[in-house]
């Protein structure tokens, strides 16, 4: 174009020290240049132009199109990044934050909704919000819940049918909007009647009433929860059922 070394040297100079010392800006050196530093370029250029050899009309009118084509890419990406927040409520996420120090501190959790605030989409982590742009990694959504989901642990018991005592396991309803509120007791293919079933502090007993009329053997139990996503335990307890004889 027709504008002049000098030109362009002192608007650039301009441009750096117009501001206030105290104004700070997020755009690190050597990246993109935004919308916004696009337009001051554009100003200073035309407030430095040579008179002898000023822009051409036409110049300006190509710069301000590109100018309005980078405002509308910026706006598509900000809408299409704001959508696909949305998709990540109930997912693990990992956000890294930056405090007014520099340090930095990492956050894992669940996103429990989405809200937009100033124009951007914020997360909702353990009832706090953090910017998207705050966000380094999402996993599975089951991973994300495993966790809260009901379990049982490993049992592997002997039922002696001389001497009848219930058959203890211990197991966890769950947490949260991920509980269970009740368990089916499954073995030798039927279902375990309430009134063999006892739960109390985190132990669910199966008294001698339902293993009584069973045969000398091994019984795989499953536990199925009413949870919302209908867990069911196949593989963590086993019964021996014997006949020692001997009535302690």
Do not use: H, W
């Not at 120090?101 to 909702?124: R, W």
């Not at 999402?138 to 966790?147: F, L, N, R």
């Not at 001698?208 to 009329?213: Q, R, T």
């Amino acid at each position: 174009m027709g504008t002049s070394l000098q030109g362009i040297v002192t608007g650039l100079d301009e441009l750096a020290f117009s501001k206030k010392p105290t104004q700070t800006t997020d755009r690190t050196p050597g990246g993109d240049l935004g919308k916004d530093e696009f337009l001051q370029l554009l100003v200073c250029q035309m407030k430095n132009q040579d008179p002898l050899e000023p822009e051409k009309d036409t110049d300006f009118i190509a710069q301000l199109a590109q100018f309005s084509a980078l405002e509308q890419m910026q706006n598509l990406n900000e809408t299409a990044v704001n959508s696909q927040a949305f998709g990540l409520v109930g997912k693990y996420v990992k956000i890294k934050t930056k405090s007014p120090s520099g340090s930095y501190s990492e956050i894992n959790g669940v996103v429990d909704y989405i809200t937009m605030k100033d124009g951007e989409a914020q997360l909702s982590v353990d009832g706090k919000l953090y910017k998207i742009s705050d966000l380094v990694e999402v996993k599975d959504s089951y991973y994300a819940i495993q966790q809260y989901l009901p379990s049982v642990e490993k049992t592997d018991a002997v039922y002696d049918k001389s001497n009848k005592k219930p058959v203890d396991i211990k197991i966890d309803l769950g947490e949260g909007d991920y509980a269970a509120s009740s368990v089916v007791v499954v073995m030798n293919g039927e279902a375990v009647k309430n009134e063999f079933l006892t739960y109390k502090d985190g132990v669910l007993s199966i008294m001698p009433g339902a293993l009584d009329g069973l045969e000398d053997g091994d019984y795989e139990v499953g536990l199925y929860f009413d949870d919302p996503y209908s867990t069911s335990i196949r593989d963590q307890v086993t019964i021996k059922v014997t006949n020692s004889g001997i009535d302690e």
